[in-house]
Each structure stands twice: as C-alpha cells, then as structure tokens.
C-alpha cells in the first residue's frame, strides 16, 4: 500500500521547549483584557443582565498542568462575583464520565418543576465528551445556544470540523471547549530524523520497520512492540478501531439520517486482518492490548522504550518534551499524523435544559471559547485549540513547533457517529473489533446486524 500524500505528511522534531514568563505574562495579560471585553459587552448592551447566582459546571477532572480550565474559571469569577461558578467533577475515563452525566442529567429532567425543586442545586453547564453531545440532545438534556446573543464572529473563528461536532439535527446545542486529534510519535533513532530519507508511515511501513527493529530477542534497547495504542475494553478501543478502519479507504461508518450502519465487511476488515497477522507474530501493540491498555500506558510504553510508534493525543507531547531544560524521556522522538484519518476528540460545553441561569451560562461558555481563553488552555494546558486563529498566531507557532501538524490533524480528523444511541453502538463496536484482532481479523458474522440494533437502542 502506498499513501495517498504525494509530499508526505508534516514531521515535528521534539526539542527542548521553553516558554518565556515574558510571554506567559502577556497571554494572562491579553487574557484579562479580552475578559474584560467580554463582560463589558454583555452588561452594556444586553437587554437584561446576567441572572445572578453560582453557576455549577460538571466536567472530568482537569488533569492538565495547573489546573488551566479551574484557573479559567477562577478569573471568570473575579469579573463576575455575582454569578460566580464552579467545577464540579467527574471521573476522568470517558466512559465513566457518561455514566454519571447521564444519571445527573435523567435525575435533574425528572425532578424538574416537582414540589420543592430548586434549579439552584442542579448541574447548569455540562463539559460534554464530543460523543456525547447528540445523545444528550435528542434526550431533551441541552438547550441549544442561542446565537443571536453571541459575539460578532464568534462561531466563525472556530475550525469548522470541530463546531460541526457541536450541531446535532440542524441546532446548534454547544461551543467546543477543546479539541483532540491523535498523532504517530515513532523513535526518529531507529527510523531517522527529518530531512535523512525517512519514508512515509502508512501501515505497510508501520509493520515493515516493526518487523525489521522491534520484537522478543533482538537485544539491546530494541523495543518490544511495533507499535502501542489503545487496545482496551473502552473507548480507547473504540476510536483506534475506527482510524484502522478509515485508514483502509472507508469514509462513513454510519449514515446519521437513516441511523443505520454503513457496513462494507471487505473494507472493514481489510486493516483489521493486516494487524491481527502482524499482533500474532508479536510486531504490534505489546503489553498494550495484553491488558487493560489506555493513553497513560501506552505513553508509559513508548517513554520507557518498549515500542517503536505510538498512537495518543497530542497532549503527550508535552508530557515527552523537556520543560525549563529538564529532559522527560529518555527516548528521542519524532511526531506525524497518523497512518489515516484520527478520531475527532475533545469537549464540548452544553446549557443544561433546566438551568435557572441559561443566560448566564452562556455568557461563561463563550467566555471559555475565546481566543485568550484557548490561548491559555493551549500553552499552559496543552489542550488542542477549537479556534483557528489560535492555530494561526506566528508567536505561538513559533514556540510551539508542533502546532501546525496539529492544525492539520485536527483539520482531517472525522466526528464518530452522531447518533442519540452512541455508547450502546460504541460497546458493539469495539467488541467486534477486539475479537477480530484476536482472531485472524474476521468481524462477527451477524456484526451489521448487532450495531443496528445497538443504534436503535436495543
């Protein structure tokens, strides 16, 4: 198989990053400035103000360095004490984070308008999964945003493939708080640094240079595995099972008209058969898939030297870089796009349907979306930006050498299926395809069958 680039895609060399406090100092500084903006628009211009009150967010627990979306928060607060708001937390893995969001969500429509119910005490603000977004909206969870009360050019200055992730049946039902795209990080000491005549990776060449560096007995530091992902029973599974599947020339899972499946059994196994051969002969995804594989393992892997190429989120990156000249890995590292196209990741921020506060929980979220705000999630957080003049700015491209392969992946990446019943079809999917690479790459028979019925809910 050859890829389909002609010039090959963009390579990153890590190196050493540094960012200045002058810098840093000027991105708070603009931050503040935009706020202030802000909260100037909205209270001069506005017929009615912001309703006061605390504003509750629920959100998976932020894991970035310092806190960046608290610290966010934290100054929306101090420019409007009298609608002050707060995170509340939920479990980090995707998948748990739907289980109780969707419990509070069931719970806060059930008591809705009951005798002694005060909207005081519910959750306002959902920072929802991207995958999570329709379903939460055909439950009647949501309350779409109301554009007409956003800034001039605010919807516009988002990347148009990640605020299509926020629509659901034509409306609009969230702004994108952050956005992910999965990257290849591969050993550029085994397979050579930018400009030494490295080839291009799509799978055939994932597996060739997999067989020729990587595997039990080779000695020395050579790495175990091939290549590491995320192979466990979650949604991990999920999202790389679908990127093999594009990477095979598939371009649509699910037609989300008709909710039904799109199943082409050729197409779908054809990656799949190709890997589970290459995982039977111990090329691929080591340790990873032996267990309970996520993104931390998976980096663990690739950091320690155990694999050749890793698939994860571009988050990693900073996790893999040296910060204020102390190296982090031991292993140098090169970074590109993905054999195909990445699973849309990331989050978006909803209006819950009862809240007593829709105005003012609009204004936080776009006061989350804006440019300082992304800015800031993006250098101190290493959260992928939603906006594509984030992406743009030269001072940062600059600093961050990284950003302009990210801006690509982001631009390629694919929205999984915008279906009410996604987590049900996702549960179907990834068992099929867990079987399948365990096997000899053939999907269950009456596979199409499943993830229909799982999209109509059964």
Known sequence: MTDP????????RARRWRVPSGFLSGVAVGAALGVVATVGWHAVT????LEPGQLVILSGKDTSPGGQRDELVKLWNELHPQSPARIQPAPVT????HSEMAAVARAQAERAGRRGWNPDDDVDIYNLDVTFTAEFAAAGYLRPIDESRLGDGHLDAFVPEVLDGCRYRGSLWALPFNTDAGLLFYRSDLLGAVGQGRPDFDWDAVIAHSRALA???RG???????YVGQFGPYEGLTVNGMELIWSAGVDRLVDETENRVLFQRERWERRLRQVAEARRGGLLVGDAFAVPGDEGRSLRDFQEGRALFMRNWPVNYRALTAKDGEPVS????????????????????AIARHTAQPRAAQAL???LTRKEAQRKLFTLGGFAPTRADVYTDPLLREQFPYLALLEEAVGE????????????????????????????????EDFEAQLNQALRGG
């Open 46 to 49: 506005r017929e009615e103000p």
């Open 330 to 349: 031991p292993v140098p590292f090169e970074v590109t796009r993905l054999p195909g196209p990445s699973a849309l990741g990331g989050q978006n921020l």
């Open 215 to 217: 595997g039990p007995g």
């Open 94 to 97: 995707t998948d748990q984070q």
């Open 220 to 226: 020395g530091q050579a790495p175990v595995a091939g």
């Open 413 to 444: 990446a694919r929205v999984r299926p915008r279906v009410p019943h996604y987590f049900r079809f996702s549960r179907v999917f990834r068992e099929g395809v867990r079987s399948a690479l365990e096997g000899d790459g053939s999907l269950p």
């Open 5 to 12: 680039r002609p010039t090959g895609p963009t390579v990153v």
């Open 365 to 367: 979220i776009e006061f």
